[in-house]
């Protein structure tokens, strides 16, 4: 099909975007990291810019990905370091969407050298503190009528589904929206492809149907322009 003409009903809005991964250092060449793309969240970027926002995206470690037209980027690598380029980010914006893979805890120790290993010396364990969580803290933050956007990649267990735990994480972020991918059986991360939901805070549950990275970044922006309107 051909892709929709974008709408340029984002004209002016400023907007705080987070992608990619974070890494948490062990010592001077190692880390804690994850197998976030940022795809989603540079699609997001991407789309936004199409449609008029000025955007800012905090990007931590991604795979290789050409920087969207019209679109400030600030690198980072710590949850620390995303942390406060968010909060930055954020104080003058409208919207602002948590789409980073932020690492719940780093090590509490860092080496300041290489760790050794050694035949006399019992094996290392790994301490770890937990990291601030910026996307409550910019829900707590935010000015009177900025908009929230949240990220879940979540499966389902034993203690409930998807939506379950889905609803669950809204209602405890306290955002406006949470963008749910379904994940497992090698979805959301390192594909092309995911689909999810779209649940709001006023109740309402869209499903997104399964697109391209893109097409997900057109359905949140939708809803993030309905939500303007109000
Ligand atoms: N997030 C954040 N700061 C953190 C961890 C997560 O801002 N330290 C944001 C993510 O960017 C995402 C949302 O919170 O937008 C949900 O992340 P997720 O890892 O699903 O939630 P957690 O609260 O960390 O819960 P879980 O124990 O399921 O990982
Ligand atoms: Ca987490």
Redesign the pocket.
């Known amino acids: 099909a051909e892709p929709r003409a974008l709408p340029r009903d984002l004209e002016g809005v400023r907007v705080a975007i ?1 992608a990619g991964g974070t890494r948490e250092p062990l010592d001077p060449v190692r880390y804690l990291g994850n197998r976030s793309s940022g795809k989603q969240g540079y699609a997001l970027a991407r789309v936004a810019a199409q449609r008029g926002a000025e955007v800012t995206l905090v990007a931590g470690h991604t795979v290789e990905l050409p920087e969207p037209a019209g679109v400030t980027v600030v690198k980072v690598s710590t ?1 620390e370091e ?2 406060v380029a ?1 909060h930055e980010a954020a104080k003058p914006a409208e919207i602002v ?8 805890f780093r090590p509490a120790n860092v080496s300041g050298a290489k760790i050794k290993k050694s035949d006399d010396q019992p094996d290392p364990v790994i301490m770890l503190d ?9 829900v707590t933050d935010r000015a009177p009528g900025q908009i929230v ?6 499966t389902g267990d034993e203690h409930g589904s998807v939506l379950d ?1 889905a609803r669950a ?1 809204l209602r ?2 306290g ?1 406006d929206l ?2 749910v991918n379904a994940v497992g059986d090698g979805k959301a991360f390192e594909v092309e492809d995911n689909a999810g939901w779209l649940l709001a805070s006023d109740g309402t549950e869209r499903p997104i149907p399964f697109g391209s990275k893109a097409q997900l970044g057109v359905a949140v922006w939708d809803a993030v322009v309905g939500l303007l309107k109000r």
Do not use: P, Q, T
């Open positions: 987070s949850a995303l942390r968010m969407v948590m789409a980073a893979a932020v690492a719940d937990r990291n601030a969580d910026i996307l409550a803290e910019l956007v949240g990220f879940a990649a979540e735990h994480k405890r972020k955002c949470l963008v």
